[in-house]
C-alpha cells in the first residue's frame, strides 16, 4: 500500500444559511440531478505518470456501468478529479464500493502506476447552492461537461461570516440579473464533509479562458452603470473570508470518463 494516500473523507462541516429556501419546482433540473459532487485534488502530480494512470482506467471502465468523473488540470503538478453524486452523500459508498473492487483486480502495471502518479490526495464533497447559481434555461449536465474551462473561487469563511457572505453574493447577482446579465453559466456550492470550516466554492464555466476572458469584458461594460454597488458587495464578500483560493482548471477528456462526444 502506498505511503501517502492524501486526506481521507472527515468529519461534516456545518451548513451554510441560505438566504431564501427554494422548492423543489424552482430548482433547475441539472441541479436536481446533480446536487452534490466529490471533488478530488491531487497535488505533487507526476503529469506523465498520471495522465497513463487515468487513460488505462478509462479504459478499464469502459462498457462498465461505473460512475464516471472528469479530471480538470490546472498546472503540470496539481490535477482535480470531478464525481457526480446524483444522490448526494448517500452515493458515495457505491461509488468507493466500485473503485476499490476495481483497485483489487489492478495489474501490477497498474499498482505501479497509482503508487506513483500523485504525491498527496485530497477528497471532499461539496453541495449545489441552486439559488446562488445561475444556468441558462434548458441547460444539462452533458452542457456543462463540453464547458471544458472552469474560473474557481474558493472562498473559506470565518465562522461568524457565512451568512453576510451568502447575502452579498446573491445581492450582487441580483445587481447582474436586473441588468440582463445572461452570458455565463455560475453555479456556487457549499462545502461539506472534508472541507475545512465552511466554505463556497464558485465555478465559472466556458469553452476557453479567452472565451472567459471575453464575456468577463462584456459583463465588466454593462457592470459600469451599478459598478460601486457592484464592488461593495464584492468586497463584503472577500472580508467575509479568512483565505481566497483562485484555480484556472481544464478538463482532460482523454483522462476523464466517460469521454465527452462532440
Known amino acids: 500500500m502506498r505511503a501517502s494516500t492524501g486526506v481521507s473523507l472527515v468529519g461534516l462541516c456545518l451548513a451554510l444559511q441560505v438566504p431564501a429556501p427554494v422548492s423543489a419546482q424552482e430548482v433547475a433540473p441539472i441541479f436536481q440531478q446533480v446536487p452534490s459532487v466529490m471533488y478530488e485534488t491531487y497535488k505533487s502530480v507526476n503529469r506523465p505518470v498520471f495522465d497513463e494512470y487515468f487513460e488505462k482506467l478509462a479504459a478499464k471502465y469502459e462498457g462498465t456501468g461505473g460512475t464516471g468523473w472528469a479530471i480538470y488540470n490546472e498546472n503540470p503538478k496539481v490535477a482535480y478529479r470531478i464525481t457526480l453524486l ?65 474560473r474557481t473561487t474558493i472562498y473559506h469563511l470565518k465562522w461568524d461570516q457565512a451568512a453576510t457572505f451568502r447575502q452579498a453574493l446573491a ?17 456556487v456550492w457549499n462545502g461539506g464533509l472534508g472541507t475545512e470550516g465552511q466554505t463556497v466554492m464558485i465555478r465559472v464555466s466556458a469553452e476557453s479562458l479567452d472565451a472567459d476572458r471575453a464575456a468577463l469584458q462584456e459583463r465588466m461594460t454593462i457592470r459600469e452603470s451599478y459598478w460601486d454597488a457592484f464592488m461593495e458587495e464584492t468586497q463584503i464578500m472577500n472580508a467575509s473570508a479568512w483565505h481566497i483560493e483562485r484555480h484556472d482548471q481544464t478538463r482532460a477528456n482523454n483522462l476523464s470518463w466517460p469521454a465527452i462526444n462532440e
Open 86 to 150: 446524483p444522490n448526494g452523500v448517500e452515493s458515495i459508498p457505491a461509488i468507493q464500493s466500485g473503485r476499490v473492487e476495481s483497485f483489487e483486480a489492478f495489474d501490477e502495471e497498474m499498482m505501479a502506476l497509482w503508487n506513483s502518479a500523485w504525491g498527496t490526495r485530497h477528497t471532499a464533497v461539496y453541495n449545489v447552492a441552486p439559488n446562488l447559481s445561475y444556468v441558462p434555461d434548458g441547460f444539462t449536465v452533458d452542457d456543462i461537461r463540453r464547458l471544458p474551462y472552469n
Open 171 to 187: 445581492r450582487r447577482a441580483a445587481l447582474d440579473r436586473a441588468a440582463g446579465i445572461d452570458n455565463f453559466v455560475l453555479t
